[in-house]
């Protein structure tokens, strides 16, 4: 049996492997063999397949037969290819020797550089190079990684050696250090490295090199690369390629030098080289920071040969890779290496630029444009965000619930805010948690923080429907409201003084920082345009006002997919007659209440239908329980006595008799129907008035009444029954038809379960996935606060369900809503209105059939752009299938 | 094509039909074509079919083709048999007019007697009996029974009548009127029905037989009868039969009587005639109550042939029945006819006797009397019950939360209960609702009555597990704790007023009502080993503490599948190092805590595998969320600080941070374990030392550590890792080895959705379907109590879901968690623990294969029975489909 191909050579522009390689060569190795296909310049080197690291492993840590003589063979290629040898006395090959997975991984081994040093080659590199200092240099350096890296000694064993040299030699920079000193602690190293390992540090390059392959494959199971593979689902028996690669050196004197640089401008994604680079100088430097690069024309004017070779490269890579590309070069001696190229990283704005000049200059489709964005830093755009040029004091960090950032002074309830902000003051709103009382000051404020909840806590989903920066969940911080201020470690922050918050990464920042303002460009319009021109999976809005659902239709939302009724409950005098309602003793008290009631939702739903034009509008009748409209504190509801004219006994008998122990589980959604059939009545009458009315004034209405919390078919039977009955009635009294239908959200588990028959009493479904995620993981949204950052941390879940759908457990529920649905009523119309707009979960929805994602009005925009993305991915793999036929 | 046969003529023994033909005759025409089969006198008749029926209602309430002339063709066969003619004017056929579907159902049409009286039979049968007061009572009968239940006029129009008439006359009784009154009366009915319909009273027998039949026709389609049929899923196409039976008198003279009776005594299950009777009187005298009914023996006294007969058929029919059976005849002009015969009802100790007897007797085998036994009775015999002769005042009633019966003072917290029965007081402990804190005081109690709560609220899971009684959810009672009184209505019931508890219904009574103490008989016993000879599932406990454990395994347990441990938290001493747990500021703390905690647990583990002599032991860990140890009142935190020397803000900023939105959704389970891992460590470690020192000390033991709220393989998986890493230490130490498995509780939706993932990990399950509907149903047990009651009394769900599994979601994710589990793990053991030991759940327990199920010791009996009958239900299914084939 003929031996099988381990090592995979690269060099003299010609490599045995190539781009397409990851499997067997790794990320790092496909890319190295690439380039040097496209006789770009770069070190010679080779890659040790996976294969042979998976060999490796089966055969209880033996290199598979043959292996070390294809590494022996192809050490010699490369050392023909530089003209150097390892170990050589006058001209010695150095390597670096790197791992190189298919993905990459942290916890895989770092970078070994100068490997090939020894006492002989070491006295030659100083001759070639005529610097003592920088040999004695690269070998401690190799010392210290080889000891670190390879053996395993622990860094500080070294690290200390050389602070003691320091100390002894009075300086306070390494690069104070002279070669004497240098050549002085590369002794000590050696003693440490015998002391550590019981053996002496090796001389042979080759051993060297094999410790180092072993090294390399090692830490494929290694603690942190298993647990990362365990937790991204990457399976063990992919293995690691190992990469052995000549080091060159931009030190070599002034006709070398080294540099960084971006094919275009990473900020703006103008189309310019942006480019840096130090003369004289080795890559570390420009990372350290220790000299200041030089700008790239620098390098046009000392080294215009080697300057042009970079120019040449630069457009080369960018137009075969065919996107801005982030590249490291080094030139020695004049002649220039490519020694790495990626993919760049952008802003937002330039992500966006890039997308498009590339399709303008026929480098991609619009197709890979839309793909090559990303969703969350679309939402940058969206909203106002810190300068990334600011210094800033982050102080704590809690959930990043709603984008942004904002600025302003911290107040402690939603009164002053509005009191404070009406004196044009910019406010933070501070809360242990926040309630339907507090929206007057939360729409009042910049941004909200709160001490408690999840995120999807009450403050989370009112702060993203206003499109307003908000932190929740940040326990760090002990609020105390009678004094008027918060304290987190030694910070005292009172009513007054200044924070910043930053909603996209959850920190809380001490004083004012400045912001740069969001800009909705032409290139935004562009690429809005070309995702929809992709997109399946429709888009609608959460939205509960006339004025959202105007916002909603200038992002692009094809119809509202949520109305949540109760919003509208809390707004001005309405309270007033929702509490009526709620200490009425009897049907007929409730009915007079509700009475004042309908004439305001009627109008909120006419504002609503005339916005929206004829598009579809889901209603959701009212879905919290009862108490959640009363005050909580004794104080509150002695106030509210009063202004009612009430005893606060009763008030208070009232909130008590209606306190539940677990009010997600409680007396809510058609529940409150059943007890009180009154309340759904009046809002399906004010609904239908609505429309009506809205239908004699010419205005096209599309009302879907949807009933939330249905667990079985027999509730849908009953309030079915119910709204079809009022809407006939109110159409023959109005002497008009408008097209409703009745359909109701699947947020609970045996919802799920039993979609088959619950599909035959509704027109429609929506799934209703906070609710669902909450029933089917038995975790209440408001109190995983508490638990699930562990979970996160110590890898139990990957991510937080409520960001994030759940495939395996929520996304069964709702394939299996779909399937039992869709069994009944082949063209069921089933949406999501849970906010899940990321795109996996997208990517999800599209999958399982949804017939539309809604999402408050701010996020539009990226559910337009990943469900464009997620139809282009099912095309892409349905392309695949089809090829692999 | 030949006509079907829709009439079933039975009379002069010998019937159309039989037994057997539920279907087509309903369920009283084919018991009465049975004894007229068995040759025993029934008065002749004949039915119509379901059949009938339905092509009548297909037909638009026309008769099918043939049927009329069938109903005269029989009517002249019943007129021969009798020797009497419909509408004759010498010796007038009278008739009753029933319907009878298959099963029994509310709403359908009552009886109709006398049918054939008009003026002239009227005279014939004046003249027959020479009782013109008879006569003429039993028209005015008619003419109220057909003009309101036939023609559906109110039947107050006719009481009225009848009120207005004895007013006239000064009589108080309707036996008052003289037949003079009666005729005056009559003449009054027919002007009233004229009307009331419009026309003129049906002269025509045969169009009063006409009316009637349609009335029973009509009556399957009733409001009642629909709705009946919709709820309990029994087709709307199955029709009702119409049964026309000769009438017979017990009223004609000194030589007609009438009576009814039991074969058995249906008090005590004696074999012996239980029977009584009445000399000239009609069946509903007896049943009014207007005459006192004699002893048979009087029977057999004056009418000696009678009684001779009345013998030989009770016998004769108990034989062919093989059940005790309740019969109702008449003897007319000394014949005797039989007119009903069913299975007779009977109390729970004369169903076990009459089943044991009955095989003794060869009657019936084992199978059948295990079939025979209802478990809600048998549930009688294990607690005292109310004395059915006493007469009760109910003034309220909740839900029957534990069964059983207790009198005693009111007393209105825990303190006070323990305090009045250390001075020998009975009491009632009457709380709005209990926590674990109430323990003691519900121990000292003799019964238990909350206004909140459900089925398996806190009162009730602990009153059965005590199995004590107890009734839960009593809104109707409002308690005022300050004045240590509660009121309802008008009642006003005061601290040491006695009341008393029906925990079997749910009913409170005022004041002190005489108990029936309960004994375990021989005949309890022998069902109990009968049943264990069928049953194929196991039966367990769910059992705390070693004394519950001797309970359970006196009861018959063959293991305790659920110790739940936190029970053993709140015993005397250990509250405080719990709380001190809670209160810790670190891990270290919280350690110290734990360490003292844990030889009080290792004390109990030892107890309970002592009694359970090597029988499988679940010990569940840690469940509930912490703040469930600490008191929620400020007065009682103040208290508690105190006693623990701590500042009482420390305590109450603790408690407030602990405090939870929905506590059954938050951190508790395998939860608190993630972030405090050191509290299951602690319990591991007692259990396996436990399991060391016992078996040290020759004791067997079964250990099965089972994980709490597991809803993702990862918590399991980390759980199984830490319970197996001390366990190996712990029989390291004890230099022994125990047998022990680790498995987990599936009881939230995602678990059962994943449970070939967690198979991998758990040695076995445990369905948890108390939580498990809670997050199935997202419903919250304890607050379901506001709206549950109406989804009953509406008809939108059938049953309780906390009281008899539901199915239909609950139990598709209990399959799910079966089949996912066992496709992992073949032999996977898979028990429940949630109480549910009804037939119908332990049916689908058997159903799905579960290995056992366990519930608290008192219903272990229960649990037994109906394992059996589930068994031989499956048994019989099987059966009649390998028949079938």
């Known amino acids: 049996?003929?031996?099988?191909?381990?090592?995979?050579?690269?060099?003299?522009?010609?490599?045995?492997?190539?781009?397409?390689?990851?499997?067997?060569?790794?990320?790092?190795?496909?890319?190295?063999?690439?380039?040097?296909?496209?006789?770009?310049?770069?070190?010679?080197?080779?890659?040790?397949?996976?294969?042979?690291?998976?060999?490796?492993f089966r055969n209880k840590k033996k290199y598979p037969a043959g292996m070390w003589d294809q590494v022996l063979a192809n050490l010699r290629k490369v050392e023909k290819a530089m003209g150097m040898k390892l170990g050589d006395k006058e001209n010695p090959l150095l390597v670096s020797v790197r791992s190189g997975a298919k993905f990459s991984m942290p916890g895989m081994m770092d970078t070994v550089l100068n490997l090939g040093l020894n006492e002989a080659t070491l006295r030659a590199l100083v001759r070639k190079t005529g610097n003592e200092r920088f040999a004695y240099d690269a070998y401690r350096r190799f010392i210290t990684m080889f000891g670190s890296i390879v053996m395993g000694i622990d860094r500080q064993v070294f690290e200390k050696a050389l602070e003691r040299m320091k100390e002894r030699k009075n300086v306070h920079l390494d690069t104070d250090l002279g070669a004497e000193d240098l050549r002085e602690l590369v002794k000590e190293f050696k003693t440490l490295y015998q002391a550590q390992t019981g053996a002496a540090f090796p001389e042979d390059p080759l051993e060297q090199l094999k410790h180092a392959i072993d090294a390399v494959f090692g830490s494929w199971f290694g603690e942190r690369a298993a647990k990362y593979r365990k937790l991204n689902g990457i399976p063990d028996d992919l293995g690691t390629a190992c990469n052995v690669q000549t080091m060159v050196f931009g030190n070599m004197g002034e006709n070398s030098g080294t540099g960084v640089g971006f094919t275009r401008d990473p900020s703006t994604g103008e189309k310019r080289f942006f480019a840096e680079c130090l003369i004289n100088a080795q890559g570390e430097d420009v990372v350290a920071g220790i000299r200041t690069p030089l700008h790239i024309d620098e390098l046009k004017r000392r080294l215009p040969a080697a300057y042009k070779e970079l120019d040449r490269i630069y457009k080369k890579l960018e137009k075969h890779y065919r996107d801005m590309l982030d590249i490291e070069f080094t030139v020695q001696d004049g002649k220039l290496y490519m020694l790495q190229t990626r993919v760049g990283k952008r802003t937002a704005a330039a992500a966006l630029r890039i997308a498009i000049d590339m399709v303008k200059e026929r480098l991609i489709d619009k197709k890979t444009a839309i793909m090559r964005i990303d969703a969350d830093q679309l939402d940058q755009l969206l909203h106002p965000t810190i300068d990334p040029k600011a210094a800033v004091e982050v102080i704590a960090k809690g959930l990043p619930a709603s984008p942004g950032a904002a600025v302003g002074k911290v107040v402690f309830n939603a009164e002053d805010a509005e009191k404070w902000a009406a004196n044009k003051e910019k406010v933070i709103l501070v809360r242990p948690e926040t309630s339907p009382e507090d929206i007057g000051g939360m729409h009042a404020a910049q941004g909200i923080l709160t001490a408690r909840g999840g995120m999807t806590s009450h403050a989370a989903v009112v702060a993203r429907g206003m499109g307003k920066c908000c932190v929740v969940g940040c326990g760090a911080i002990n609020i105390k409201e009678d004094l008027k201020q918060f304290s987190v470690d030694s910070h005292i922050i009172r009513e007054g003084d200044y924070i910043t918050l930053n909603g996209t990464t959850g920190q809380v920042i001490l004083g004012q920082v400045p912001l740069t303002q969001p800009e909705l460009t032409r290139d935004f319009a562009t690429i809005m345009?070309?995702?929809?021109?992709?997109?399946?999976?429709?888009?609608?809005?959460?939205?509960?006002?006339?004025?959202?659902?105007?916002?909603?239709r200038e992002f692009g939302a094809e119809g509202i997919g949520l109305v949540r009724t109760e919003h509208m409950f809390f707004e001005g005098d309405r309270i007033k007659a929702v509490r009526e309602m709620i200490l009425a003793d009897d049907t007929e008290g409730r009915k007079k209440a509700l009475a004042k009631i309908l004439p305001m939702q009627k109008g909120d739903f006419i504002g609503i239908f005339t916005e929206m034009k004829g598009l579809p509008v889901t209603i959701r009748l009212l879905d919290p329980p009862l108490h959640e409209f009363l005050p909580h504190t004794d104080e509150e509801l002695e106030l509210l006595a009063e202004d009612m004219n009430v005893p606060v006994e009763r008030l208070k008998a009232r909130n008590k008799a209606l306190r539940e122990f677990n009010p997600m589980l409680g007396h809510r959604g058609c529940r409150l129907a059943v007890t009180y059939p009154e309340i759904y009545e009046m809002q399906v009458q004010a609904i239908m008035e609505a429309a009506c009315e809205s239908a004699k004034n010419k205005i096209r209405v599309g009302v879907e009444i949807m009933i939330p919390l249905i667990a079985d078919v027999r509730e849908q039977e009953v309030m079915r029954e119910m709204a079809v009955r009022i809407a006939e009635a109110v159409q023959k009294e109005h002497k008009t038809r408008v097209p409703y239908s009745v359909g109701c959200m699947i947020e609970i588990a045996r919802a799920a379960l039993t979609a088959d028959e619950i599909a035959t009493q509704a027109e429609f479904f929506s799934l209703g996935t906070n609710d669902l995620t909450q029933t089917t993981f038995g975790l209440s949204r408001d109190d995983a606060g508490r638990f699930l950052p562990y979970y996160i941390e110590k890898g139990i879940l990957p991510d937080d369900p409520f960001i994030t759908l759940d495939r395996k457990g929520v996304g069964a529920m709702m394939r299996m809503a779909v399937e039992k649905g869709r069994s009944i009523k082949k063209n069921l119309k089933i949406g999501i209105c849970g906010e899940q707009v990321d795109p996996k979960s997208v990517e999800f929805c599209d999958l399982i059939g949804l017939t539309y994602v809604s999402a408050s009005p701010y996020r539009i925009p990226i559910a337009r752009l990943t469900g464009a993305q997620a139809a282009l991915r099912k095309k892409m793999k349905k392309d695949l299938s089809k090829a692999s036929v």
Do not use: Q
């Open 1 to 56: 049996m003929a031996v099988k191909k381990y090592v995979h050579f690269f060099g003299s522009g010609k490599a045995d492997g190539n781009g397409k390689m990851k499997d067997l060569l790794g990320g790092k190795g496909a890319g190295l063999a690439e380039m040097t296909n496209l006789k770009i310049p770069v070190p010679a080197g080779f890659t040790i397949t996976t294969e042979a690291c998976n060999e490796y």
């Open 529 to 552: 345009k070309w995702s929809d021109e992709f997109r399946k999976i429709g888009v609608r809005a959460n939205a509960d006002t006339p004025k959202d659902a105007r916002l909603a």
